[in-house]
């Protein structure tokens, strides 16, 4: 029958790891490799548009995966697709790895860019369904996003250690090491079943209770697994009780009993947000910043950007560790304001170049990596898997993971051209400042908060008060154990984000 209990839980979460590896991995391994003799020979000596063009195709690709994600994302399960994913991963790598021209590195990056699009939409999903305790999926999804930023690291330290190389294994093993990740990827989670939610909203209901009965390691007759299965359907019913279809302008003006569009809405504007605050301009182009803007030697250049990426992962991981004793509101609040101070210290800066700034310029950097990393890197997807409908997780989701290829796209397509023009130069960064400082009131006075609630009772808080009294929802406050006290709680901070709304659409 295969694992039970938590060992079940614990292979999606070490399958979602591996598998924002290989996310971070790309990031990680191409702003390494791209000032190297033996990659500019390879590709011709590319421009600044073609290093972009380079760069930002796997973005675009990406954001090309998580569409087909959310148009077909319930025909196979969250499983089958992370393997697909994997497995056109493994395909790109080949292709890029053996690339002797510009033109075939862009194709090849197209293809680990679908795939990787693949894996972003639905790991989060596959890991945060596979949990049965609350206080463990904040965690398990941040884990994920951590072990995405070891995997920048681990890239960028592989570059450096190749420096010291004189053949074009200098680029071709850092890129074709992302096979590996892959195939580990696909070995951990080949044993594991789908989700529980995933078979309920199929209406396979036998599997999904042999699965609920192996999560628990119990039967399904017990009080606990027939709580979890009742809240389940009990949810999809609310869901289903809605006979309307998503439409377009839902998506600005939500008054549907169960807000999908509104949440969905959410998801994508918090974590398209996220990904226009500079990070992957950062990362992307981290060595070429250090050399070129702020002025380091080569070598100096290539250690720091391994120490930066370093710093990302060990605050990630500090963030898994203190994610459930903050709500998801104060993390990324906090992290928003903290970040717009570092940002505008480093931009001034910048307007200013010497050696005595560029080194102040690099701590700024430093500092804004390190608040970054535990709270607007994973929070944003923690939240947005959160809140997402269960009949529409797949499509929110997959939608706002294609949000952050999008954004990504842009700025790192568009960011390097803007630094190397002159009458620009490091103005761009104000591009960025901006929406660290925007970032505030939108999560203030539009994101309610998640956190110590199952994904059952999230539809609770975001549900109107027409579908109360509906069978569906008397069931679903009964199983999660909502009492009168906490249900009325969670009115008042429904009726507050509704009324948030309501201005909102009036300004």
Not at 104 to 132: C, D, H, K, W
Not at 142 to 162: C, E, H, R
Request: aromatic share 14%; hydrophobic share 50%; charged share 15%.
């Amino acid at each position: 029958m295969g694992a039970k209990g938590e060992k079940i839980y614990l292979n999606a979460l070490l399958a979602g790891s591996l598998g924002f590896i290989t996310f971070g991995w790309d990031a990680g391994v191409l702003g390494g490799i791209l000032l190297t003799t033996e990659f500019q020979t390879a590709m011709g000596f590319p421009d600044t548009t073609i290093i972009s063009m380079i760069a930002s195709t796997f973005l675009l690709a990406s954001w090309f995966g998580c569409i087909i994600v959310a148009t077909l994302g319930m025909l196979v399960g969250r499983r089958t697709w992370i393997i697909i994913g994997n497995l056109i991963q493994i395909l790109g790598t080949i292709i890029s790895a053996s690339s002797f021209s510009y033109g075939q590195l862009i194709a090849g990056r197209v293809f680990i860019g679908i795939g990787n699009g693949f894996l972003t939409s639905m790991i989060p999903i596959y890991v945060a369904e596979m949990a049965v305790r609350t206080n463990t999926r904040g965690r398990g999804v941040n884990a994920m996003i951590a072990a995405a930023s070891g995997g920048t690291a681990l890239a960028y330290w592989v570059d450096f250690g190749m420096v010291f190389a004189n053949s074009q294994a200098v680029w071709r093993f850092p890129v074709a090491f992302q096979i590996f990740w892959s195939l580990c990827t696909i070995a951990v989670i080949f044993p594991n079943p789908d989700t529980p939610r995933y078979y309920y909203a199929k209406g396979r209901i036998a599997d999904g209770d042999a699965l609920l009965e192996r999560l628990y390691a119990e039967s399904i007759t017990t009080a606990e697994v027939q709580q979890a299965k009742l809240s389940i359907l009990a949810s999809l019913e609310l869901e289903r009780a809605e006979s309307a279809s998503l439409r377009i302008k839902d998506f600005f003006w939500d008054s549907s009993e169960m807000q999908a569009a509104r949440r969905i809405r959410t998801g994508m504007i918090l974590i398209g947000v996220a990904y226009l605050m500079g990070i992957d301009m950062i990362f992307y182009y981290m060595t070429t910043i250090f050399q070129v803007y702020i002025g380091l030697a080569p070598l100096t250049a290539s250690a720091l950007a391994g120490a930066a990426t370093t710093v990302l992962t060990v605050s990630n991981y500090m963030g898994v560790y203190f994610m459930e004793r903050l709500g998801r509101r104060v993390w990324l609040i906090g992290g928003a304001a903290a970040q717009t101070v570092f940002l505008a210290i480093f931009t001034g800066l910048l307007s200013s170049p010497g050696p005595q700034t560029g080194a102040a310029a690099a701590a700024m950097l430093f500092l804004w990596i390190a608040v970054f990393g535990p709270t607007w890197g994973p929070v944003t997807y923690v939240y947005a898997s959160e809140i997402m409908p269960l009949r529409y997780r797949h499509l929110g989701f997959a939608l706002s993971v294609s949000c952050q290829w999008v954004m990504a796209f842009i700025t790192v397509f568009a960011g390097p051209i803007a630094i190397a023009n002159p009458s620009v130069g490091w103005k761009t960064w104000i591009w960025f400042l901006v929406f660290n400082a925007l970032a505030v009131p939108f999560v203030y006075f539009f994101c309610p908060e998640t956190r110590g609630h199952s994904l059952e009772e999230i539809d609770l808080l975001f549900m109107s008060g027409a579908l109360n009294d509906t069978d569906a929802a008397r069931t679903l406050k009964h199983e999660t154990g909502f009492d009168d006290e906490k249900t009325k709680s969670l009115d008042e901070e429904k009726n507050k984000s509704l009324d948030e709304e309501k201005s909102k659409s009036f300004e």
